[in-house]
Nanobody, 112 residues
Framework: QEQLVESGGGLVQPGGSLRLSCAAS????????MSWYRQAPGKQREWIAH???????NYGDSAKGRFTISRDNAKNTVYLQMNSLKPEDTAVYYC??????WGQGTQVTVSS
């Protein structure tokens, strides 16, 4: 399995932006689809976005029009650009590889 490490979370005001990164350490990263999920306190983990090994993307309803998933295979990294953030986006954000690996998560807090 890949080892995945998320970064880029933090505190941001409503309407602001953040870019999350997920760095993969394994040698087979490029063949895997990758996804972002999030989990807010007291709620189930929610799928946010998906990118195939070839760069095709799709999004959950909460991400459409505001979030963009991308990947840089040269850097073994997948990104989640989040714009127009809302307080309800507050959660721990996780990346997941299609082979089953999960990162440890990065906290995003949207608050004034």
């Amino acid at each position: 399995q890949e080892q995945l490490v998320e970064s880029g979370g933090g505190l941001v005001q409503p309407g602001g932006s953040l870019r999350l990164s997920c760095a993969a350490s394994g040698s087979r990263y490029r063949v895997y689809d990758m996804s972002w999920y999030r989990q807010a306190p007291g709620k189930q983990r929610e799928w946010i976005a998906h990118i195939t090994s070839g760069g095709g993307t799709n999004y959950g309803d909460s991400a459409k029009g505001r979030f963009t998933i991308s990947r840089d295979n040269a850097k073994n990294t997948v990104y989640l650009q989040m714009n127009s953030l809302k307080p309800e986006d507050t959660a721990v954000y996780y990346c997941r590889g299609s082979e089953g690996s999960w990162g440890q998560g990065t906290q995003v807090t949207v608050s004034s």
